[in-house]
């Protein structure tokens, strides 16, 4: 039986024999893809939480965001993406947290190309453009 995929989820079902992914799903199992790559299941519904960081329409809760120097202004908290993860007993690094927010900010808050050109000047790889975001945590 295949396998359901998205991101870093692999989807685990009911009455399923192999156990072998890493996300557990109640609802009814996933038979295709839609549109945005999203399991769903035979009514079309998708089979991914939208309280999900790595929902693409996941809407971070603003309660939670915490004052972002260099982008000054809030962004979501690397924790309030680790406790999706933590409640459904998955694994996942600050580092990859670090990630999930930052595709969240280039879809939701509206940054365009002159401020990716800052952003990621001097950078060579994600891991500086993290320590411009995260300077109190690099980590080299």
């Known amino acids: 039986m295949e396998k359901f995929k998205y991101g870093p989820l692999i989807w685990n079902c009911i009455n399923e024999d192999d156990e072998s992914g890493n996300y ?3 609802g009814k199992p996933p038979v295709k893809y839609d549109s945005l790559g999203i399991p769903v299941d ?6 991914l ?17 915490e004052f972002n120097e260099y982008m000054n202004q809030p962004i979501p908290s690397v924790e309030q993406v680790k406790e999706w993860f933590d409640d459904n007993f998955l694994i ?11 595709k969240w900010m280039s879809q939701n808050l509206g940054i365009n190309n002159e401020f990716y050109f800052l952003l990621t000047k001097d950078s060579n790889s994600l891991e500086d453009v993290m320590d411009k975001l995260w300077p109190q945590d690099v980590h080299r």
């Open 92 to 102: 996942v690094s600050p580092k990859q947290c670090k990630k999930y927010i930052i």
């Open 42 to 47: 035979e009514a079309g519904m998708q089979c």
């Open 49 to 65: 939480s939208i309280r999900s960081p790595v929902h693409p329409t996941w809407q971070a809760d603003h309660k939670r965001f």
């Open 24 to 26: 557990f799903w109640n």
